[in-house]
C-alpha cells in the first residue's frame, strides 16, 4: 500500500528533490496542500518535452520556399545611399588609381603590359610603365622583372621553345610612370648602359611642382648624400650634400671638403607653364643619383613635386603640405592628401640606334596626370615647341 509521506513546507524551501514515477501521479496530500501543488507542477514539466529537445519535430526546409524567401530578397528596393560629393569621389578615384596593378596576378601584369608596348625593334623594347608597380622587389611579390618571361614569350607568339628574353635597362621608380626601356640580350644590355654612362641616352621627365621655380630654366649642380633622420619615427632619406657655403662675413661663399659618401647629382629643368601656384617643368638628369630629381626639386629650389610625400618636409615623415588654393583646385582636404599620387613621368626616351637613325620614343601621359593639369589650369607645351 503506497504511503504518503508527510512534507513540510520548510522540505520544499531547503531544495529537496523527489523521484517520482513516470506512471502514477503523485499522491495529494491532505495535511500539506501546498506540497501537493508542488509537486503536480513538478511532474507536469517533467512530462512535458522541453522547446528545441529532439523529441519536437522540426519543420522542414523546402527547396520552394527558400527560392521564394531569395526571390523576395531581390525584390526589395535597395536602400538609398547619400550621394557622394565631388571631392568624396576624387578621393575613392585616387584610392582606386593607387591600388590598380599592385596586387595582381603576373599573367595580368603582363597582359597589360604587352598592351602597353610603345616601340620595339630586334634589340630594345620600349614599354609604358604603369604606376605603383616596381621594376624590381626582391620580397617576391610581383614586379615588371619578374613577368618579364611571360611578356617575352607573348610578343613572340607564345611559342614553345621561343628563347628570347627582355632585360631591364634603366631605372625607374616605383611611383613613376613613362617610357621604360628593355633590352632584348645581354649584348645590348651593356652597350645601352655604356651609352647611358656617356650621356648618350636622352630622358626627359615631366613633372607637376608646387610653386614656380625661378629662374624658370638653368642647371642644378648639387651632390646628394643619404642621411638619417632623427625624431619619433627615425628613418633614411636623401639630403644635399653642397660644395659651397656662405662665408662668415655674409657676403660671398665658401668652397668646402666634399663629403666621401656623397654622390654627384646634376639636373637640367626647365618651366614650361605656370598657373594657381603650380607649375609643369621638363626635367633631365644627367647623373643617377637615388631620388636625385625630387631632392633637387624640393631643397635646392623649394618646389617639392605634386605628391611627393617624402621629401615635402626636410625632418619629419609626414603627408605633404599643400597651400589652400591648390588644395581647392585639386578637390581635396588636407587630410585626404596622402592619396595623392607622385605626379613624375618618364615622357620621352631618345637613344642612338645601332643601324638607323636615333630611337626616340614619346610616352603619352596617364589618366591622372591630366586630370591634375585641367585643375591646375596647366597647359601642355604644343608639339612643335617640344
Known sequence: MNRCRRISCSDIKSGLTFAFSPVKPPTNCRRCPEAARFLSRSHATAAKPATGSDTEEK?????????????????????????LSGQQKRVMELKRFSLQLQHVHPNVL?????????????????????YGVPVRDDSGATSISSVLPVLSKMMEGMKIKSESQLLPCLRLEKEMTGAFLLARSEKVLEHILDLHRNNQVERKYWV??????????????????EREVTGPRPHFKMALSPLFRMNDAGDGVT???????????????????????????????????KHQMRVHMALALTCPILGDHKYSHSSKLAPQKLPERVLGNLGLEQSKIRYLPLHVHARQLTLPGTNQADISVSCPLPKYFTQTLKRLHLSLPDEKDY
Open 59 to 83: 519543420p522542414r526546409l523546402r527547396a520552394i520556399d527558400l527560392a521564394q524567401k531569395v526571390q523576395r530578397e531581390k525584390s526589395k528596393p535597395p536602400t538609398e545611399e547619400p550621394p
Open 110 to 130: 603582363a597582359k597589360h603590359l604587352h598592351k602597353s608596348v610603345l616601340y620595339q625593334d630586334k634589340d630594345v623594347v620600349v614599354i609604358n610603365k604603369p
Open 208 to 225: 607637376i611642382t608646387v610653386g614656380v621655380p625661378v629662374p624658370s630654366e638653368g642647371v642644378i649642380d648639387i651632390p646628394i648624400i
Open 255 to 289: 668652397k668646402v671638403r666634399a663629403h666621401r659618401q656623397a654622390h654627384a647629382a646634376v639636373t637640367k629643368y626647365r618651366v614650361l607653364d605656370s598657373s594657381s601656384g603650380c607649375s609643369l617643368v621638363e626635367l633631365q638628369a644627367f647623373t643617377a643619383g
